[in-house]
């Protein structure tokens, strides 16, 4: 895909990010360089602070194009998932979240990102803050990286192939059986596959699919069978939690999350923050227990499959948020108990 450098951009006089495009590009084709172009000025466009920054963009003496993008410290989610295995709850919940902002910008702005993977999410600290002994930072922030990449790599190739130059565009576990199956309509909703993708692994540890060498195996498995039971890898797991999961890969797209606010949404609600009352990055819960993700409405792009809610009814309700629970049976004993003492001396007296 290309290399990643650290530079100082002599105009904005700052430490930048950039990277070189290479291997699909083919230096010299010009019509190539206007779609890279195109597609750069429009990820340049998303206004998130959970997308990364792009500052600018050209080619070099040779002819390959470049990508100068803010300097991020911190660790790539798949560093983290590495080194620490299944991730709790709350990370994840903030992940999520995060994500969603972002991945909703971007969808309003019409921009799919098409190889959302835990290389591309980024947990973000601050340049001076040190690491703990596990290697794992405090409170961190999440941006998305490669946003339009994959997508403009796919219209320079000038094919509908999966591959240019013997490398696949996007990665196959975490594409949706749509964009497996090389359909020209994806939209939003592939990405929010992609997420439940992500999510699954980094809860479980493991992919939803068993793993192969094989491309075709794994698109087979994409397109055909159904993901394995999560709980068989994390006993753990809250039922609304699994059952938010059975809708993000649901191999109909018009059964998934539509938008990645909802998609944020029912995950707060799975979770139960009512009782947990948490708060990350502007999370908080109303007054009448509904998670307020604090979108600010922003409305991510719908394609003309019309929604069919029927069917998708009791996952839906399996990630409301849980009841208040119950006083103890052994207390209400106690309480009756200590009544019927109380009713049988005030008869005695009363009958002296």
């Known amino acids: 895909m290309g290399s990643v450098w650290t530079a100082h951009h002599l105009s904005l006089k700052v430490d930048v990010a950039v990277k070189f495009m290479d291997g699909a590009f083919h230096v010299g ?23 990364v920054k792009i500052l600018d963009f050209g080619k070099d003496e040779s002819g390959r194009p470049y990508l100068a993008m803010e300097l991020l ?81 796919r219209e320079l190739s000038g094919t509908g192939n999966l591959t240019i130059t013997g490398q696949l565009l996007g990665t196959p576990m975490y594409m949706s059986p749509e964009q497996a199956l090389g359909r020209r309509d994806v939209d939003g909703r592939s990405d929010l596959y992609s997420l439940g993708v992500v999510a699954y692994k980094c809860l479980t540890g493991k992919p939803p699919y068993e793993e192969s060498d094989t491309v075709g195996e794994i698109i087979v498995s994409i397109t055909t069978k159904e993901p394995r039971d999560p709980r068989e890898l994390r006993k753990d797991l809250p039922p609304a ?36 009352l948490v708060s990350f990055s502007g999370l908080d819960v109303d007054d009448t227990g509904k998670p307020d993700v604090d979108f ?29 629970e119950a006083f103890p049976t052994w207390l209400v004993v106690v309480f009756a108990a200590a009544g019927a003492g109380v009713v049988v001396v005030l008869y005695a007296l009363l009958h002296r």
Do not use: Y
Not at 29 to 51: C, G, N, W, Y
Not at 250 to 262: L, P, W
């Open 241 to 276: 939690v699994v059952a938010w999961l059975d809708k993000a890969l649901d191999k109909d797209r018009a059964m998934r999350f539509q938008t990645a606010q909802e998609m944020a949404e029912a995950f707060v609600a799975a979770c139960d923050v009512r009782k947990m």
């Open 73 to 153: 410290h911190g660790e790539e989610l798949e560093q983290r998932l590495e080194r620490e295995g299944p991730l709790p709850l709350a990370l994840m919940k903030k992940v999520i979240v995060e994500t969603c902002k972002g991945l909703a910008a971007a969808h309003a702005a019409r921009i799919i990102h098409r190889d959302l993977k835990p290389e591309n999410v980024f947990l973000c600290r601050e340049a001076h803050e040190r690491a703990d002994e596990s290697g794992a930072f405090g409170d961190v922030s999440v941006k998305l990286l490669d946003f339009g990449i994959a997508r403009a790599d």
């Open 29 to 51: 084709d010009e019509t190539m360089l206007k779609r890279f172009q195109k597609e750069a000025t429009a990820a340049a466009s998303i206004q998130s602070p959970h997308v």
């Open 296 to 324: 600010d409405r922003v409305e991510s792009t719908r394609t003309s499959d019309p929604p069919r809610s029927a069917p998708v009814a009791a996952k839906t309700a399996s990630v409301r948020p849980a009841k208040r």
